[in-house]
């Protein structure tokens, strides 16, 4: 230590921390309470709402002291998804399946995809990075338009099908197919898999793989042993935020199916807010909240998971 200069050690040591501490909670407290006001007066008028109860012309009254809350609507909801009448059940099995194959085909797509921007364009990385996500710029509804377009009888998809003699005879893809639900929940959320995941990737030291081939690993056990445990954090991340909008989706099967046979849980909590007069609103509302619930499970893991992978790494 030079001549004159004193270390700080105890109480005068900890407060520069403190103020550094102090200043970045106050710098991000505006954000956090505009975060919650927004997060919690929606759900508290959702609450307001499902425990409320239906007037005689059949208006849903929001009720707002909890100890007046009913449990009349979620009572109903959850005839409406075990009762012996129940019909939300299978919607659920159904929306978990179309999203467990389509997220599955997204990260089938977007790996390599993302893999080869991040280890192989080279200088030519942002340039492949945008053409990759240069389509997405335009909006959802616009990109389901012209897939219906295309998925038209006489549209490009069964044209080319026929030439390559893959069909006899056109098909109907808006007919109520499921494959066409899930090929249109791919293709609107892969960008955002795309992106995560080439963030990931492209942050690994090229070193480390440099290593397990010095070490005398192949391309192939070099990736299964390196690259993928290491990208494992972003193949989370790009999960999470692509599942998680899709579990909600319901403007993807209006568009491209609009039947029931392919309705999903976002459909059904959709038609109970807007039909019948508002009749079934509190349902509605709580299937929103129940959907809520399920939702924060796999955040909550995600949350755990980060920290203890930051645990590791440091």
Same mark, same amino acid.
């Given at each position: 230590?030079?001549?004159?200069?004193?270390?700080?050690?105890?109480?005068?040591?900890?407060?520069?921390?403190?103020?550094?501490?102090?200043?970045?909670?106050?710098?991000?407290?505006?954000?956090?309470?505009?975060?919650?006001?927004?997060?919690?007066?929606?759900?508290?008028?959702?609450?307001?709402?499902?425990?409320?109860?239906?007037?005689?012309?059949?208006?849903?009254?929001?009720?707002?002291?909890?100890?007046?809350?009913?449990?009349?609507?979620?009572?109903?909801?959850?005839?409406?998804?075990?009762?012996?009448?129940?019909?939300? @059940?299978?919607?659920? /099995?159904?929306? !978990? &399946? =179309?999203?467990?194959?389509?997220? +599955? %085909?997204?990260? *089938?797509? $977007?790996?390599?995809?993302?893999?080869?921007?991040?280890?192989?364009?080279?200088?030519?990385?942002?340039?492949?990075?945008?053409?990759?996500?240069?389509?997405?710029?335009?909006?959802?509804?616009?990109?389901?338009?012209?897939?219906?377009?295309?998925?038209?009888?006489?549209?490009?998809?069964?044209?080319?099908?026929?030439?390559?003699?893959?069909?006899?005879?056109?098909?109907?893809?808006?007919?109520?197919? @499921?494959?066409?639900? /899930?090929?249109? !929940? &791919? =293709?609107?959320?892969?960008?955002? +898999? %795309?992106?995560? *995941?080439? $963030?990931?990737?492209?942050?690994?030291?090229?070193?480390?793989?440099?290593?397990?081939?010095?070490?005398?690993?192949?391309?192939?056990?070099?990736?299964?042993?390196?690259?993928?445990?290491?990208?494992?954090?972003?193949?989370?991340?790009?999960?999470?935020?692509?599942?998680?909008?899709?579990?909600?989706?319901?403007?993807?099967?209006?568009?491209?199916?609009?039947?029931?046979?392919?309705?999903?849980?976002?459909?059904?909590?959709?038609?109970?807010?807007?039909?019948?007069?508002?009749?079934?609103?509190?349902?509605?509302?709580?299937?929103?909240?129940?959907?809520?619930?399920?939702?924060?499970?796999?955040?909550?893991?995600?949350?755990?998971?980060?920290?203890?992978?930051?645990?590791?790494?440091?």
């Amino acid at each position: 230590m030079a001549p004159g200069q004193e270390r700080l050690t105890g109480p005068r040591a900890t407060r520069p921390r403190e103020q550094h501490r102090l200043f970045w909670a106050a710098l991000a407290a505006p954000g956090i309470i505009w975060l919650a006001l927004l997060f919690i007066t929606p759900v508290y008028a959702i609450l307001g709402i499902a425990g409320g109860q239906v007037n005689v012309f059949g208006t849903p009254i929001a009720v707002w002291n909890p100890l007046h809350w009913s449990t009349a609507n979620l009572t109903a909801a959850w005839h409406d998804v075990a009762g012996s009448s129940a019909f939300a @059940g299978p919607i659920i /099995v159904r929306t !978990l &399946v =179309y999203v467990a194959l389509a997220s +599955l %085909i997204s990260l *089938l797509i $977007a790996y390599p995809a993302a893999y080869f921007v991040a280890r192989f364009a080279g200088r030519r990385k942002g340039l492949f990075l945008v053409l990759l996500i240069a389509p997405f710029w335009i909006s959802y509804m616009m990109r389901m338009l012209a897939w219906i377009d295309l998925l038209q009888t006489n549209g490009y998809v069964n044209k080319a099908l026929s030439f390559l003699h893959l069909i006899s005879q056109p098909v109907d893809w808006l007919g109520g197919l @499921g494959v066409t639900v /899930v090929l249109g !929940l &791919v =293709y609107g959320y892969i960008p955002y +898999l %795309i992106v995560v *995941l080439y $963030a990931g990737l492209d942050r690994i030291d090229p070193a480390l793989i440099e290593a397990g081939r010095d070490l005398g690993l192949g391309r192939v056990r070099t990736f299964v042993r390196v690259t993928l445990p290491l990208s494992r954090q972003a193949i989370l991340t790009g999960m999470l935020i692509t599942v998680l909008p899709m579990l909600g989706d319901y403007f993807t099967n209006q568009l491209l199916s609009g039947t029931t046979g392919t309705a999903m849980f976002g459909n059904v909590i959709d038609d109970q807010l807007t039909s019948s007069g508002g009749v079934l609103e509190g349902q509605g509302a709580v299937f929103s909240l129940l959907f809520l619930l399920v939702l924060i499970a796999p955040m909550i893991y995600y949350v755990v998971a980060t920290n203890r992978s930051s645990r590791g790494a440091t």
